[in-house]
């Protein structure tokens, strides 16, 4: 199969003034849309042809940079719309602010560590929230295009929050300014779609 750019599920500039319009333009149909072309040509004729995204990364050679990085983008920022909406922000709720009280002490904690790992990624990446089967979570954070369900990359688990630090994700409207951009981010995360995820994989 061949994978296509999703949609999302609110207008460009719902988002601001967290993320301003322009961004999330080129963000989504410039850079995810060329992830999406690249990984479907990386796969075409080969046995990745006919997986989900998730077996891909699952099963993924890390020496193959073209999947990597392009499985890694199309699989990223599919998850990133997700998680984001223009009713955002607020607290967690039920389990996931159990395990995440439980991980951390509290959710100013969880908000420190996760800033924390958003901010001090050196260059380009990621940070996460990741859940582990028993229903523990973790923050972690990995370069460039990887991603948790990657093997071997250091930051294990399922993905059930992330944050993109590329600079591409901010730099228009707070240029050098990255702990702005993500003392911002909190302000429209769907802590319901989170919770779903976090349902899911635990």
């Known amino acids: 199969m061949s994978f296509e750019l999703p949609s999302l599920t609110y207008a460009y500039n719902a988002l601001e003034p967290h993320i301003d319009a322009k961004t999330m333009e080129i963000h989504h149909s410039k850079h995810h849309n060329g992830y999406t072309n690249n990984l479907n040509n990386a796969i075409a004729g080969t046995a990745h042809e006919n997986e989900s995204i998730e077996e891909i990364l699952n099963g993924l050679d890390l020496d193959n940079k073209a999947i990597r990085n392009n499985g890694g983008g199309f699989y990223n920022h599919s998850l990133f719309w997700q998680i984001m909406s223009p009713s955002g922000g607020g607290l967690p ?25 958003a901010a001090t990624q050196f260059g380009s990446g990621w940070a996460w929230l990741c859940v582990h089967s028993e229903g523990s979570v973790k923050v972690c954070s990995t370069a460039n295009q990887d991603n948790p369900l990657m093997p071997g990359i250091g930051c294990q688990g399922t993905p059930i929050l992330g944050i993109d630090v590329w600079e591409h994700a901010y730099y228009l409207n707070y240029q050098n300014r990255r702990p702005d951009y993500v003392d911002a981010f909190f302000n429209v995360i769907n802590w319901a779609k989170v919770s779903e995820l976090y349902t899911k994989g635990a």
Do not use: P, R, Y
């Open 93 to 117: 709720s039920g389990d996931l602010k159990a395990a995440i009280d439980k991980a951390f002490g509290s959710f100013d904690e969880f908000k420190t560590a996760f800033a924390k790992a």
